[in-house]
């Protein structure tokens, strides 16, 4: 097992640990393990080899033990004898919303719960209420929780599956039997939410090509198996469908099982009024075939400019399309740089010059640090000589890099009455403030875009951070008038947050086309807490195409020198 493995299984012991009541300090220990684990620098193999895990501060003998047993045998005795104590379905009502250890803890020894359809029954007769530190409100928040995973069950995060699916695109590519291939689907339009994978590939040799498909390591399952189409389960859960199509159908097929069912809807009475047949085999005047040899010229045929497909939900895109006024939608090369980092001052797990130099590693020529403020104890936030000491921190790096720069910033949290919880003079310290909603996420609708229009109004307030307060499968958005919210951004100068965590995805899509004709300006962020969420700004990207933005929309596109004069007139 590597240090990421090793430290899930630490973290789930501390976990299951809490459940039984243990030692805190006991508790404790594992879950420092696994976030010491998370930050150790370079390979696990070396540390072992040259016996040096043993003198890592926090991890003691008796933890080092369990470590290189789970690293050299991919098993450990005791996590197996501890999970076999705990009902599995406790670990599913740990997944409800409100409910942790302790209450699941005591769901358990007091009413015998053990599955969430227990627990549902129960909430269902009202037998929570008796429970101390439960209520009425807690019980209905549960149920609520329980209708949540009912209702995303079989959904998947776009962020979860992608790589698997660019993994599996990419080794079809590489076999002389494939021809074409490419990913279909909600997958290509990036959608934020999938339900399965859809890959297409066009062929000489059908059955060859499956054989080659089902052999693949991430396939926990062929569920059926044909020359046109195979079903597969990965490791992962989800379902993956494998199309094969005769090389010129290519084009056509690829179009249809992209989608969306509107947008295809739409094209096929346009394509109807010409006097044109479109489906998944081709594109047909009469009975014969219209010829093209790639998506683009599909378009084309019908009078029509390319339509990238992020756009293709039928929002209008096949109007613009016909109109040749398309947006030019930004791409990931454009970016120069990334805001929203979180460091080890904060709960991040690198820092300052790790991350600086992560960034370099991706092309980027800067990058703003924004560690949590001080209302979020919950997350280590920064007090006063925190930030004093961060920031001489950065300018001692800035003044010895060349050619990259970190600006200083802060995630300040927007309390109930819209203020936020630094002074003034502190907020004037920094080149931006990201000011963020992270409490009291249930208020009335009112009260919450008050609360938001408020921070928007604040005069050091640069950018509204992850403004619905969304969490995918899990957190629907907090309850607000997001139109109003906008407009207050758009006529205040504030810049709009996409947050790129793939948890997130934040502003919502559908909104960013309404924000972009309003003349807002857009900041891609990946709230990054480690070197590898940088990667996020990659979500970040496909967010803001399907919201239809170009570069000239969004804050990271401009250059160093630019971005800087920016913040200088922000400020004053």
């Known amino acids: 097992m590597d240090k990421q493995e090793i430290g ?3 973290e789930e012991i501390g976990l299951m640990l809490e459940i039984k009541g243990d030692n805190p300090f006991k508790i404790k220990a594992y879950v420092n393990g696994a976030r010491i684990l998370e930050m150790l620098e370079g390979e696990l193999d070396d540390y072992i080899e040259d016996d040096k895990i043993v003198g890592i501060k926090g991890i003691g003998e008796a933890l080092s033990g369990k470590i290189i047993e789970l690293h050299r045998t991919g098993r450990l005795e005791f996590y ?39 627990l549902e029954y129960a909430c269902m ?21 329980i209708q949540d995973i009912k209702r995303f069950s079989g959904q ?19 076999s002389p039997l494939t021809i074409r291939c490419d990913i279909a689907g909600s997958l290509r339009r990036k959608k934020e939410v999938v339900k399965d994978i859809d890959i297409l590939a066009s062929t000489n040799q059908p059955l060859k090509l499956m054989d080659y498909f089902t052999a693949f390591e991430e396939i926990d399952e062929v569920v059926s198996k044909g020359e046109t189409k195979t079903s597969v ?45 479109i489906n998944e085999y081709g594109l047909f005047q009469a009975d014969d075939l219209i010829d093209c040899k790639n998506e683009a010229e599909v378009y084309n045929a019908l009078g029509l400019d390319f339509i990238p497909p992020e756009l293709r939900e039928n929002t209008g895109e096949i109007e613009m399309a016909e109109k040749r006024t398309l947006p030019d939608l930004v791409l990931y090369e454009d970016l120069k740089g990334a805001f929203h980092i979180h460091t080890s001052y904060s709960d991040g797990s690198s820092g300052i010059a790790q991350m600086a130099d ?23 936030g920064l007090k006063e000589d925190d930030i004093r000491r961060q920031i001489e921190e950065i300018d001692e790096y800035n003044f010895k890099s060349k050619g990259f720069k970190i600006f200083k910033g802060i995630e300040s949290d927007i309390l109930p009455d819209g203020s936020l919880d630094y002074s003034d003079e502190i907020l004037s310290l920094f080149d931006f403030v990201i000011a963020s909603v992270h409490s009291n996420l249930g208020m009335e609708k009112d009260k919450m875009t008050v609360r938001i229009i408020n921070a928007i109004k604040n005069k050091h307030t640069t950018i509204i951070g992850h403004i619905t307060g969304r969490i995918l499968l899990a957190r629907e958005a907090s309850d607000m008038d997001i139109y109003s919210i906008i407009d207050s951004a758009a006529d205040n100068g504030k810049i709009i947050e996409i947050n790129c965590d793939p948890h997130r995805l934040d502003l919502d899509w559908r909104y960013i086309k309404y924000a972009k004709a309003r003349g807002v300006t857009f900041a891609i962020n990946p709230d990054a807490h480690s070197i590898e969420g940088m990667r996020n700004v990659k979500l970040g990207v496909g967010i803001a195409r399907k919201g239809w933005l170009e570069s000239k929309d969004i804050i990271n596109c401009m250059e160093c020198s630019e971005l800087g004069d920016y913040f200088e007139r922000q400020k004053r």
């Open 8 to 10: 899930r299984i630490l």
């Open 80 to 118: 197996e004898n501890l999970k076999n104590s705990i009902p599995p379905g406790i670990f599913d009502i740990l997944k409800i919303q409100g409910i942790g250890p302790k209450k699941a803890k005591v769901l358990y020894e007091k009413l015998g719960i053990e599955t969430v359809g227990e």
């Open 125 to 145: 007769e009202n037998r929570l209420l008796s429970l101390e530190g439960f209520g009425e409100k807690t019980q209905s928040k549960i149920l609520k929780g």
């Open 156 to 174: 998947y995060l776009y962020g979860y599956v992608i790589e698997d699916a660019e993994s599996i695109k990419d080794k079809l590519l590489k």
């Open 233 to 277: 389960r990965l490791k992962k859960g989800i379902m993956m469908d494998l199309r094969v199509v005769e090389d010129v159908q290519f084009p056509y097929a690829l179009h249809h099982f992209t989608g969306s069912k509107e947008h295809n809807t739409a094209l096929r009475h346009r394509a109807k009024a010409q006097g044109i047949k």
């Open 358 to 380: 992560a960034a370099k590693r991706m092309g980027l020529s800067y990058i703003g640090i924004s560690d949590h403020s001080c209302s979020a104890f919950y997350a280590n």
